[in-house]
């Protein structure tokens, strides 16, 4: 059983084009494609989403699934780099480069049910090698399709202390699909750079 399909940019656009979404989500979709017109994308099937489901035992909001049975990410699964954030955020001050991992519950099991369980939403991203940020989306408030960013470190430390960590979490993105428009770099495990066009 596929756990997502994949396409070259032309097949990619083909699904933006035929999925019933509103224009921004489109236009976010297709600035992606145009920043690397060379990758390899990718498309959840309903049946990974429900695995992912079943193994981080979350229910993922209608948004998010919706939009990742459009359009994904890219296949194999790269670092990427945002050129900024709709929102102003602690980590945008960050003198050095920020290198993200995107996907389905990227955190540990401990760190990922620390997030489920005490700030209510679900890890889509992580700055590599760093429990520094991470990113994830609101499983509370199903509707709100915003990104949102919080340090792992300073939730642990909260979790330790039984402190609220409302103030630690940020909206970062507007959307999935603005997250995406956002990556201006992409990079392979060996340290391979691709740029946007």
Known sequence: MAQHICGDASAAASWIWDADLPREHRQNLSRFIERFPSSTFTRDTEESLDAAESND???????????????????????????????????????????????????????????????????????HGSDESYLMVDIRNVDDERIFECAGTDLAYAVEDGTSVEHLVEPAFASYTSMLAHIVAMRTWKGEITRAR
């Open 57 to 127: 035992g979350v229910v993922l909001p209608p948004h998010l699934r919706r939009l990742r049975s459009v359009l994904a990410f890219v296949d194999p699964p790269l670092l990427v780099r945002f050129d900024s954030y709709d929102y102003a955020i602690d980590v945008s001050d960050a003198e050095t480069d920020i290198w993200y991992a995107i996907g389905l519950g990227q955190a540990g099991d401990e760190m990922l049910a620390d997030f489920l369980e005490h700030a209510h939403g679900y890890v889509i991203g992580g700055w």
